[in-house]
Protein backbone atom coordinates (compact mmCIF):
# COMPACT_ATOMS: atom_id res chain seq x y z
CA UNK A 1 0.00 0.00 0.00
CA UNK A 2 1.43 3.39 -1.23
CA UNK A 3 1.35 6.29 1.89
CA UNK A 4 1.36 9.89 0.07
CA UNK A 5 2.60 11.34 3.55
CA UNK A 6 6.59 11.95 4.77
CA UNK A 7 7.74 13.27 8.04
CA UNK A 8 8.19 16.50 8.14
CA UNK A 9 11.22 18.39 10.20
CA UNK A 10 12.77 21.12 11.46
CA UNK A 11 12.58 22.71 15.40
CA UNK A 12 10.54 26.07 14.26
CA UNK A 13 8.48 24.84 11.40
CA UNK A 14 5.27 26.48 12.05
CA UNK A 15 3.21 23.23 11.79
CA UNK A 16 5.18 21.67 14.11
CA UNK A 17 4.93 24.51 16.54
CA UNK A 18 1.07 24.94 16.14
CA UNK A 19 -2.04 23.91 18.04
CA UNK A 20 -3.74 21.50 16.68
CA UNK A 21 -7.58 21.64 15.40
CA UNK A 22 -9.93 19.24 17.75
CA UNK A 23 -11.83 16.56 15.22
CA UNK A 24 -15.47 16.74 15.23
CA UNK A 25 -16.32 14.56 11.98
CA UNK A 26 -15.45 10.61 12.47
CA UNK A 27 -15.47 9.78 8.27
CA UNK A 28 -13.96 7.36 6.58
CA UNK A 29 -11.27 10.04 5.75
CA UNK A 30 -10.45 9.96 9.30
CA UNK A 31 -10.18 6.27 9.14
CA UNK A 32 -7.52 6.25 6.40
CA UNK A 33 -5.59 8.73 7.75
CA UNK A 34 -5.18 6.89 10.95
CA UNK A 35 -4.12 3.58 8.79
CA UNK A 36 -2.13 6.06 7.16
CA UNK A 37 -0.35 7.47 10.30
CA UNK A 38 0.83 3.58 11.44
CA UNK A 39 1.84 2.71 8.37
CA UNK A 40 4.18 5.75 8.17
CA UNK A 41 5.16 5.50 11.45
CA UNK A 42 6.31 1.81 11.13
CA UNK A 43 7.80 2.55 7.59
CA UNK A 44 9.90 5.40 9.77
CA UNK A 45 11.18 2.84 13.04
CA UNK A 46 8.91 5.21 15.01
CA UNK A 47 6.90 4.43 18.11
CA UNK A 48 4.49 6.93 17.71
CA UNK A 49 3.71 9.65 15.56
CA UNK A 50 1.45 12.83 15.62
CA UNK A 51 -0.67 14.14 12.62
CA UNK A 52 1.17 17.68 12.61
CA UNK A 53 4.98 15.93 11.73
CA UNK A 54 3.07 14.61 8.45
CA UNK A 55 1.86 18.12 7.91
CA UNK A 56 -1.64 17.56 9.29
CA UNK A 57 -2.67 20.34 11.87
CA UNK A 58 -5.35 17.96 13.37
CA UNK A 59 -5.87 16.36 16.78
CA UNK A 60 -4.94 12.46 16.12
CA UNK A 61 -2.16 10.32 17.28
CA UNK A 62 -0.90 6.88 16.98
CA UNK A 63 1.26 5.17 19.77
CA UNK A 64 2.50 1.42 20.15
CA UNK A 65 1.91 -0.01 23.45
CA UNK A 66 5.32 -2.11 24.62
CA UNK A 67 6.23 -4.82 27.70
CA UNK A 68 9.81 -4.85 29.21
CA UNK A 69 11.28 -8.20 28.84
CA UNK A 70 14.94 -9.97 30.01
CA UNK A 71 15.92 -9.47 26.34
CA UNK A 72 14.58 -5.68 26.03
CA UNK A 73 10.95 -4.43 24.65
CA UNK A 74 8.56 -6.34 23.27
CA UNK A 75 5.50 -5.14 20.79
CA UNK A 76 2.51 -5.64 22.10
CA UNK A 77 -0.56 -3.46 20.63
CA UNK A 78 -0.56 -0.14 19.21
CA UNK A 79 -3.76 2.76 19.28
CA UNK A 80 -5.20 5.55 17.30
CA UNK A 81 -5.74 8.45 19.69
CA UNK A 82 -8.13 11.39 18.54
CA UNK A 83 -8.61 14.16 20.67
CA UNK A 84 -6.51 13.12 23.99
CA UNK A 85 -5.94 14.82 26.25
CA UNK A 86 -4.17 14.06 29.42
CA UNK A 87 -7.14 13.93 32.70
CA UNK A 88 -4.57 12.54 35.53
CA UNK A 89 -0.78 12.07 36.52
CA UNK A 90 1.18 10.39 38.54
CA UNK A 91 2.82 12.79 41.09
CA UNK A 92 6.13 11.01 40.06
CA UNK A 93 8.09 11.49 37.24
CA UNK A 94 11.20 9.92 35.67
CA UNK A 95 14.07 10.57 32.91
CA UNK A 96 14.54 8.84 30.07
CA UNK A 97 16.52 9.46 26.50
CA UNK A 98 14.22 10.62 23.56
CA UNK A 99 14.19 11.38 19.76
CA UNK A 100 11.96 12.08 17.71
CA UNK A 101 11.16 11.63 13.54
CA UNK A 102 11.08 15.27 13.37
CA UNK A 103 14.68 15.99 14.76
CA UNK A 104 16.26 13.37 13.23
CA UNK A 105 19.78 12.76 15.31
CA UNK A 106 19.08 14.66 18.00
CA UNK A 107 18.37 12.71 22.11
CA UNK A 108 18.21 13.68 25.22
CA UNK A 109 17.13 13.39 28.82
CA UNK A 110 13.72 14.21 28.84
CA UNK A 111 11.78 14.42 32.45
CA UNK A 112 7.92 12.61 31.86
CA UNK A 113 5.24 11.35 34.04
CA UNK A 114 5.52 7.85 35.45
CA UNK A 115 1.55 7.23 34.48
CA UNK A 116 -1.16 9.39 33.20
CA UNK A 117 -4.88 8.64 32.00
CA UNK A 118 -6.01 9.40 29.01
CA UNK A 119 -9.37 10.43 27.41
CA UNK A 120 -9.34 10.19 23.58
CA UNK A 121 -11.78 8.85 21.04
CA UNK A 122 -11.21 6.07 18.53
CA UNK A 123 -11.16 6.45 15.01
CA UNK A 124 -14.91 5.53 14.95
CA UNK A 125 -15.69 8.44 17.22
CA UNK A 126 -16.26 6.16 20.68
CA UNK A 127 -15.26 7.73 23.55
CA UNK A 128 -12.68 5.96 25.61
CA UNK A 129 -9.91 6.22 28.85
CA UNK A 130 -7.03 4.35 29.43
CA UNK A 131 -4.17 4.19 32.07
CA UNK A 132 -0.46 4.04 30.62
CA UNK A 133 2.40 4.03 32.53
CA UNK A 134 6.44 3.78 31.65
CA UNK A 135 7.25 3.45 28.15
CA UNK A 136 4.10 3.80 27.24
CA UNK A 137 3.09 7.05 29.26
CA UNK A 138 5.98 8.27 27.93
CA UNK A 139 5.24 7.80 23.94
CA UNK A 140 2.06 8.90 24.70
CA UNK A 141 3.25 12.42 26.46
CA UNK A 142 5.15 13.43 23.97
CA UNK A 143 2.67 12.64 20.90
CA UNK A 144 0.37 14.90 22.75
CA UNK A 145 3.01 17.80 23.16
CA UNK A 146 3.16 17.52 19.21
CA UNK A 147 -0.70 18.46 18.85
CA UNK A 148 0.19 21.71 21.59
CA UNK A 149 2.99 23.03 19.58
CA UNK A 150 5.54 21.45 21.82
CA UNK A 151 8.48 19.36 20.77
CA UNK A 152 10.84 16.93 23.37
CA UNK A 153 13.92 19.64 22.67
CA UNK A 154 11.72 22.23 25.03
CA UNK A 155 11.42 19.76 27.82
CA UNK A 156 15.41 18.82 27.98
CA UNK A 157 16.65 17.86 31.38
CA UNK A 158 19.85 19.70 32.11
CA UNK A 159 22.58 17.25 32.68
CA UNK A 160 26.44 16.91 31.45
CA UNK A 161 26.26 14.66 29.15
CA UNK A 162 26.56 16.89 25.37
CA UNK A 163 23.64 16.22 22.81
CA UNK A 164 23.96 13.48 20.43
CA UNK A 165 23.94 14.14 16.84
Request: with cysteine; proline share 4%.
Amino acid sequence: MEVHYSIITGATNPILRSVADPIENFTEDIKQLALDMKLVCHEEDGVGLAAPQIGLSVRIIYTSQWKNTPKGLKFLSDQIMINPHITAKSTTMNKDVEWCLSLPGIEWLVKRYDWIKVKFQDATGKKLTKTYKDFDARIIQHEIDHLDGILFIDKLVKSKEKIKI
